[in-house]
């Protein structure tokens, strides 16, 4: 894995100073302890349209496809993480830092809107291993690449090691100042999500709560070389240039899964 220019620049230290950012959340925090925490670097939201029955097969029956104007999205994010470590444990720069590169739309279960993931490409054996196993998630081992230019270009290459095959290839950056998302706009609603769902190993729906301060999003510009991603998770793209926003760094806590009645 060739990401350590990117993660090299990337500051370690985790802001403890999220769990008191809390205004903006949909509903209150867990009361239950946190049990991880993640630092989000050089993100890079792709977005594009979908009608919502091509997802429906897709999607545990479980969750409802989530609606902007009648409209599903299907988002395509790469970035690379630092901080990766269960609660009380110390972050090891070897294990801890990694890039990952994601397939997703959005689900609610009620009035609680979420994330539901088709895949999740990672560096890290071990750390596909593990999520595959604590949580079921469709995690792939992948090749990957992170380089930032010293102007912000963010280079990014990931080729997946296992069926189904799948790439994507591209350089991005951001321009214009970062901004908050305005509630009810689609920028809110394509980001500002405080849990992913998916269903366990048998087949038992759950949701899994994450917080972050809102995400400062900035207008971005990309050129994706090789994007083969929501093919392998049989989503057929529109045609159309994608929604593009950028975030320069995000950190999170999250919490063991709850299972659904």
Not at 179 to 208: I, Q
Request: aromatic share 12%; glycine share 6%.
């Amino acid at each position: 894995m060739g990401s350590s220019g990117a993660v090299a620049a990337a500051s370690p230290t985790f802001n403890r100073a999220i769990l008191a950012d809390v205004a903006h959340r949909p509903w209150p925090m867990p009361e239950r302890r946190w049990v991880m925490t993640q630092t989000w670097h050089d993100l890079l939201f792709a977005h594009w349209p979908v009608d919502p029955p091509a997802l429906r097969s897709l999607v545990p029956p479980a969750f409802e496809i989530d609606r902007c104007e009648g409209v599903a999205w299907i988002g395509i994010v790469p970035f690379h993480m630092t901080n990766v470590a269960p609660r009380g444990v110390p972050a090891v720069p070897w294990l801890s830092q990694l890039p990952e590169l994601n397939v997703r739309t959005y689900v609610r279960v009620g009035d609680k809107a979420g994330i539901y993931f088709f895949s999740l490409d990672a560096a890290r054996v071990l750390a596909v291993r593990a999520a595959r196993f604590l949580f079921n998630l469709p995690y792939f081992v992948a090749s990957m690449d992170v380089q930032v230019s010293p102007h912000g270009v963010v280079h990014y290459r990931s080729d997946r090691q296992a069926a189904p095959a799948a790439g994507f290839s591209a350089a991005y950056r951001p321009y214009g100042p970062p901004f908050t998302a305005a509630p009810g706009s689609l920028e809110h609603f394509l980001t500002e999500r405080y849990c992913l769902y998916n269903v366990d190993a048998r087949g038992v729906p759950y949701r899994l709560d994450i917080h972050h301060p809102p995400w400062p999003l900035q207008r971005a510009e990309a050129d994706i070389v090789r994007n083969t991603m929501a093919g392998a998770a049989r989503v057929a793209l529109p045609p159309a240039r994608p929604l593009l926003h950028f975030a320069k760094r995000q950190d999170m806590v999250g919490w063991l899964p709850e299972r659904l009645a």
